[in-house]
């Protein structure tokens, strides 16, 4: 089994800052690509900002510039360090890895977690 437990997120002013993490646990022999994600109500699931077992970044145009993505291999962990934050990041983030078991590879999320921009 594999669990990733989110932490952080909450309720901030616009302009603000919030971080966010993930940590992975179970039986893993390998963390791959990690990632963040974010769904606002009435909204698809979308990209925000992801990050390879090589630490290369990608960041959804909206978020460049204000949020960094970076990770820790030997925490199986990922953060989300989020400043300048406008009302429209308001969402419910999800983290994402793509984990190497024994039975392959495969997608895991873990459980969500609200961030609120009040303006």
């Known amino acids: 089994q594999v669990a990733l437990v989110e932490s952080g997120g909450g309720l901030v002013q616009a302009g603000g800052s919030l971080g966010l993490s993930c940590a992975a646990s179970?039986?893993?022999?390998?963390?791959?690509?990690m990632g963040w994600y974010r769904q606002a109500p009435g909204k698809q699931r979308e990209l925000v900002a992801t990050?390879?077992?090589?630490?290369?970044?990608n960041y959804a145009d909206s978020v460049k510039g204000r949020f960094t993505i970076s990770r820790d291999n030997a925490k199986k962990t990922v953060y989300l360090q989020m400043n300048s934050l406008k009302p429209e990041d308001t969402a419910v983030y999800y983290c994402?890895?793509?984990?190497?078991?024994?039975?392959?590879?495969?997608?895991?999320w873990g459980q969500g977690t609200q961030v609120t921009v009040s303006s």
């Open positions: 179970g039986s893993i022999t390998r963390v791959n690509d």
């Open positions: 994402n890895m793509k984990i190497t078991r024994f039975l392959g590879l495969a997608d895991y």
């Open positions: 990050i390879t077992s090589g630490s290369m970044t």
